[in-house]
């Protein structure tokens, strides 16, 4: 089952790299990001949306699972802080764009591609991480009509600096994921206030708390109890990407331990000449490329609903989470890897290796650990396994 992207798709992918090189390429090849305080950049959103990479993430039905892969991989490939940024937009509005009402996709959507508003994805909890079925956050009826919501977010994007938040909290006491609703929560709603949380690189992360905050019928981001599914419906489409963030990652530190290893004089020669360099690029270059097609295939069965499509059968949701976590661990090696090819120059604050030796290291926990998605591949691979089994067996 091969995968090859069309003229169509390498001329996107080739137009967004464009875009991310001339609005964001630092001055010296191996240089670190500009310097970021942890907080929102109002005006790095201002330059993805002056840039024209803003409106791919947001075209009028939103991106297709492929689109936003390669505008993430393209993206990181020239700045982790400008994908991230552009990634986070997506995910925080991305729920009022699919399942919002009009009023809400109207007030928020063009802001948010514009980049003057800023959204954020609030489904943490400190209890209900990976599993998200176990959130406590609760919306308690309002005699005066609608909910107040009480409780607590926490390791959640752009807060506490967003200008709106989708926010899922209990209205019901079903347990698991029923009884979950959704909520748009503009920033200024009282009762509302979080803090920045310092993280190993400098992420805009955060924690909010909620203090009998009102919202009604009109702030519902889908139906009354249906929010879980709201919630699914945006990490499912994003999932594959976070896959795809990891091999824009990957290829930078690969292109830099290439450009080091053949500019570098080690004994008598070129790095590169040493055997076990050269096949420790080899490597890098192998995983990295399967990675690539890894999640382009799973972003492709995503967009076509392609499930079963796969020789053993591997739906949607399975070869999600092998795309993200294949990409992840191999960016996760690929990046230690150029750490080690260079020595130590790359540890030095301020390169770019130092730079994305900190930032690789999340993906592998947010939108489903490692551990998550191997248990989402092991249970899709026993449910196939458990229908074809004989009566008798």
Sequence with gaps: MAFTLSPHQRGFAASVRAAAEQAFRPAAQDSGPEAHTGRVDRALLRR?????????????????ALELCLLRENTAGVSTAAETALALQGLGAYP??????????EEWIPRAAAGEAVAAFALSEPEAGSDAAALRLQARPDPAGGWRLHGEKTWISNAPDADFYTVFARTGPEPGARGVSAFLVPADRPGLHGEHLEMLADHALGRLV??????????????QGRGFRVAMRTLDLFRPSVGAFAVGMAQ?????????????YAFGGPLRDQQTVAHTLAEMATR????????YWAADARDTAAGGGAPDGATPTERAA??????TETAQYVVDAAVQIHGARALQRGHLLEHLYREVRAPR??????????GIIAREMFRRADAHRPPDA
């Design 48 to 64: 993805l949306a002056d840039s024209g990479l803003l409106a791919r993430l947001f075209p009028d039905k939103g991106a297709s």
């Design 96 to 105: 009022v764009l699919q399942s919002g009402t009009p009023e809400q996709v």
């Design 210 to 223: 909620f203090d009998g905050v009102p919202v009604g019928p009109g702030d519902l981001v889908g139906e």
């Design 252 to 264: 930078a530190a690969l292109e830099a331990a290439e450009r080091h290893a053949a500019a570098r």
């Design 288 to 295: 990295t490329q399967a990675a690539r097609l890894l999640v």
């Design 322 to 327: 092998m795309a993200k976590l294949h990409a």
């Design 365 to 374: 926990i947010y939108e489903g650990a490692s551990e998550v998605q191997r």
